[in-house]
């Protein structure tokens, strides 16, 4: 079955920077629009970054220029890169994946465009 995995996380300093991956299993991994969403306790879970199966890649406003999001199909794996990190950052980074065309993953902004999940990964960002 599908699986994915996320690591990485872990508690900085504010401008610093953690590398985020995300293992996948049980599908082929290239044909996936895969992203990474976040969610902050008793808020809704929000799209950080979205890359489509040739590395075309979406990013949200207020991480924009900060993170990269990156993916070695080779490896089967996800990656995200955060970089300047601050406070408002500090959440529950969750990797997704979804069998799609890169026109989907184009607009595919939404947690509920996605069809598997990982557990999630704690990012915590202190001042």
């Known amino acids: 079955q599908v699986q994915l995995v996320e690591s990485g996380g872990g508690s900085v300093q504010a401008g610093g920077s953690l590398r985020l991956s995300c293992a996948a299993s049980?599908?082929?991994?290239?044909?996936?629009?895969m992203a990474w969403f976040r969610q902050i306790l008793g808020k809704e879970r929000e799209r950080v970054a979205n890359?489509?199966?040739?590395?075309?890649?979406n990013y949200a406003d207020s991480v924009k220029d900060r993170f990269t999001i990156s993916r070695d199909n080779a490896k089967k794996t996800l990656y995200l890169e955060m970089n300047s990190l601050s406070p408002e950052d500090t959440a529950m980074y969750y990797c997704a994946a979804v069998p799609s065309t890169p026109e989907y993953c184009a607009m595919a902004y939404n947690k509920g465009q996605y069809r598997y999940w990982g557990q999630g990964t704690q990012v915590t960002v202190s001042s």
């Open positions: 049980g599908y082929t991994f290239n044909n996936y629009c």
């Open positions: 890359i489509d199966n040739d590395g075309r890649t």
